[in-house]
Structure formats: C-alpha cells, structure tokens
Nanobody, 127 residues
Framework: QVHLVESGGGLVQAGGSLRLSCAAS????????MGWFRQAPGKERDIVSA????????YYADSVKGRFTISRDNAKTTMYLQMNSLKPEDTAVYYC????????????????????WGQGTQVTVSS
C-alpha cells in the first residue's frame, strides 16, 4: 500500500510559479511509475505529466509542455512538479498518483492505470 501526500499548492498570479511535491510512503518508491493529474470544477480529471520509475522518461500534456517540469528523487521518495508561467486555466486540484511498474522506462498517462492517489492540492491562478 502506497500512501501519497501532495503539498505546495496555493494562490498565485498569472505568470508566476509553484512547485508541487508528492511525498510517498510504503513499498519501494523506485518500483512505482508516477503521475500528476488535475481536475477543474465541472471538468474531468486530466493527465498533466507522468514519469517512469527510473525518472528517465517523462510525459507532458500539450497544454503544459515547456512550462511544467516533472521530476522525482527516489532517495527522498518524493515526486515534484515545477510549474512556471502559470495561467488562469491551470487552476485546478492537482493529484499525484502511483502504480507499480515492471518497466524502467514506461510512463502511464491514463488515470485508470494508477492504483494509488493522494488527497489533492488546490492550485489557483489569478488573472
């Protein structure tokens, strides 16, 4: 059982930056592929970014490419999402997710692929 806790959300003006963290506890963190998802009011939960268990491969939604950077520190059992040039449309609850993976280089972008979820952290970008 993996337990995930997000932090780092908040209120920021458009053009600003935030860094989200996802702290994991439980089985060996490096065995898990990870992802960030977000859900805005009245909308479905969408993929933001994903990272392989090794950290060597990443995936980004088109809407965040060039602005967001995903990373992980397996020694600290923590995943990060650096968000720059934030826009009002980035406003959402951001969730981290984990799934066991046998594949070092595989990322997963469907929310149904993930088994464990954090409680979410609110990101609000004002215009």
């Amino acid at each position: 059982q993996v337990h995930l806790v997000e932090s780092g959300g908040g209120l920021v003006q458009a053009g600003g930056s935030l860094r989200l963290s996802c702290a994991a506890s439980g089985p060996t963190f490096s065995n898990y592929a990870m992802g960030w998802f977000r859900q805005a009011p009245g909308k479905e939960r969408d993929i933001v970014s994903a990272i392989s268990r090794s950290g060597g491969r990443t995936y980004y939604a088109d809407s965040v490419k060039g602005r967001f950077t995903i990373s992980r520190d397996n020694a600290k059992t923590t995943m990060y999402l650096q968000m720059n040039s934030l826009k009002p449309e980035d406003t959402a609850v951001y969730y981290c997710a984990a799934r066991f993976s046998n594949y070092t280089w595989t990322t997963f972008y469907r929310d149904t692929a993930y088994d464990y979820w954090g409680q979410g952290t609110q990101v609000t970008v004002s215009s």
